[in-house]
């Protein structure tokens, strides 16, 4: 079964996605070496919830679709509301590489097959398309002001960043200060006006800003930024075949440590599928474990944002279609997730809340 790219041992993360697919995805980690986090410092948590858990984490939002309802759903194709897949003889299977939502709900797809974006609005609807100018579109961030950030590591070694009206604002050079080698890169990532390029699944590295232009000097931040601008955030795998798993926050302004959170899971860890927040603050956390010798699932959790004790969880469905992915679970600002599904019929994104 071919896996989406994901979590190599220790990464850093924070506001963004993971990658959830099956092959060159930042987001998923494969096992790696013993973690270097120090372990007396972890504070041990298991897969149970406790019951006393904030509301918010519990339950759906108002109107939110109950778990695993779908958002919107597209076929294969390249009509205006489907999404393009390739299977060639030779190489690897492709389909859309990733997808981000913005602050009203909205959902972009990066269809890269079809060499575009393609917005759906809060209901689903296909809201417009943006024709790329990049040549191997992989990995794709929003930001506050509508624009889009697209990685192409391999053909422009840039990352394109599009107005809310679809016009190229300009391309940020990948490769200088902080990024020695372009395929070291692991995501793209928008914080406030800052464009950042994630390195080995560890610091980010600031390339420009979106409003096109390249960052004069590059500096570098420890992990992916939380949403509610307090902390960066990271997390690895202690011990896969005991599911031993642990989340890091520093605190942003005073770069202090505030938490190292360990959770087991039900399983043996796979790969680590998503590390980010919502707008309050509360930490999303996924990994893919194995839940028997025949099958697997992803587990996610929601935890605090001051302590990082488990608040809620929910159990989604693995993705085992062969197309490549660098993106399978985004986070929304009101909270919740949304995962992209692949079958032989085309994609649905569907919906999912802790309880």
């Known amino acids: 079964m071919k896996k989406t790219a994901g979590f190599a041992l220790v990464l850093v993360l924070g506001a963004g996605l993971f990658f959830a697919t099956r092959a060159p995805s930042?987001?998923?980690?494969?096992?790696?070496?013993?973690?270097?986090?120090?372990?007396?410092?972890?504070?041990?948590?298991?897969?149970?919830?406790?019951?006393?858990?904030p509301a918010r984490a519990r339950a759906p939002r108002p109107g939110a679709n109950a778990n695993g309802g779908a958002v919107f759903r597209a076929k294969w194709g390249g009509a205006r509301d489907e999404l393009g897949r390739e299977r060639p003889n030779e190489g690897n299977p492709m389909g859309?590489?990733?997808?981000?939502?913005?602050?009203?709900?909205?959902?972009?797809?990066?269809?890269?097959?079809?060499?575009?974006?393609?917005?759906?609005?809060?209901?689903?609807?296909?809201?417009?398309?943006?024709?790329?100018?990049?040549?191997?579109?992989?990995?794709?961030?929003?930001?506050?002001?509508?624009?889009?950030?697209?990685?192409?590591?391999?053909?422009?070694?840039?990352?394109?960043?599009?107005?809310?009206?679809?016009?190229?604002?300009g391309k940020l050079p990948i490769a200088g200060e902080g990024i020695d080698d372009i395929g070291s890169v692991t995501g793209v990532f928008v914080d406030g006006r800052d464009v950042y390029v994630e390195r080995e699944h560890g610091p980010l590295v600031k390339i420009g800003t979106t409003d096109g232009a390249p960052a004069e000097p590059r500096s570098e931040i420890p992990g992916r930024p939380s949403r509610d601008g307090q902390s960066f955030l990271k997390a690895g795998i202690i011990e896969p075949a005991a599911g031993r798993t642990y989340v890091t926050s520093t605190n942003r302004e005073t770069k202090e440590h505030r938490f190292t959170r360990e959770l087991r899971t039900e399983g043996p860890v796979r790969t680590l599928q998503?590390?980010?927040?919502?707008?309050?603050?509360?930490?999303?956390?996924?990994?893919e474990v194995t839940a028997s010798e025949s099958s697997e699932k992803i587990e996610l959790y929601c935890l605090d944002p001051a302590t990082g004790?488990?608040?809620?969880?929910?159990?989604?469905?693995?993705?085992?279609?062969?197309?490549?992915?660098f993106r399978d679970l985004v986070v929304l600002d009101q909270g919740g997730v949304i995962q992209a599904l692949r079958t032989e019929k085309g994609v649905s994104y569907s919906r999912y809340d802790c309880e």
């Not at 096992?31 to 006393?52: I, K």
């Not at 998503?274 to 990994?287: E, K």
């Open 26 to 53: 930042s987001e998923k980690r494969r096992p790696g070496p013993r973690s270097e986090e120090p372990e007396a410092r972890l504070e041990t948590a298991s897969a149970a919830v406790p019951s006393r858990t």
């Open 96 to 169: 859309p590489m990733s997808f981000a939502a913005d602050s009203q709900g909205r959902v972009t797809v990066l269809d890269g097959v079809n060499s575009r974006l393609v917005r759906r609005a809060a209901d689903g609807s296909v809201e417009g398309t943006t024709r790329l100018d990049v040549g191997h579109p992989e990995d794709l961030a929003v930001g506050r002001d509508g624009s889009s950030a697209v990685l192409d590591r391999f053909s422009d070694k840039a990352v394109a960043v599009y107005d809310e009206s679809g016009h190229l604002r």
């Open 274 to 287: 998503l590390l980010d927040t919502d707008l309050a603050g509360v930490i999303y956390f996924a990994a």
């Open 309 to 325: 004790a488990p608040v809620g969880r929910a159990t989604l469905p693995v993705n085992t279609m062969p197309e490549e992915s």
